[in-house]
């Protein structure tokens, strides 16, 4: 199954991306704590069966 899941910051850099679906984000980039903000996040994956393209895509703010 083709998966990815993207987070970028509000200037769309990647600050995080995995393609294992157990992966959790920590909220950090480059072993440093994100800042407080608002962030852009991207789901991609393949259904099995018919191997369709689906997107979903949101935000989440971090507040520390």
């Known amino acids: 199954m083709d ?3 993207l987070i970028y910051n ?3 850099q990647i600050v995080w991306e995995s393609h294992d679906l ?3 984000w920590d909220g950090t980039y480059n072993n440093a704590p994100c800042q407080d903000g608002t962030y852009t996040w991207i789901l991609r994956f393949g259904t099995p069966k018919t191997d369709e393209k689906k ?3 949101g ?6």
């Open 3 to 5: 998966f990815s899941f």
């Open 10 to 12: 509000r200037w769309g």
């Open 22 to 24: 157990n992966a959790i």
């Open 55 to 57: 997107q979903f895509t």
């Open 59 to 64: 935000n989440l703010t971090i507040i520390r």
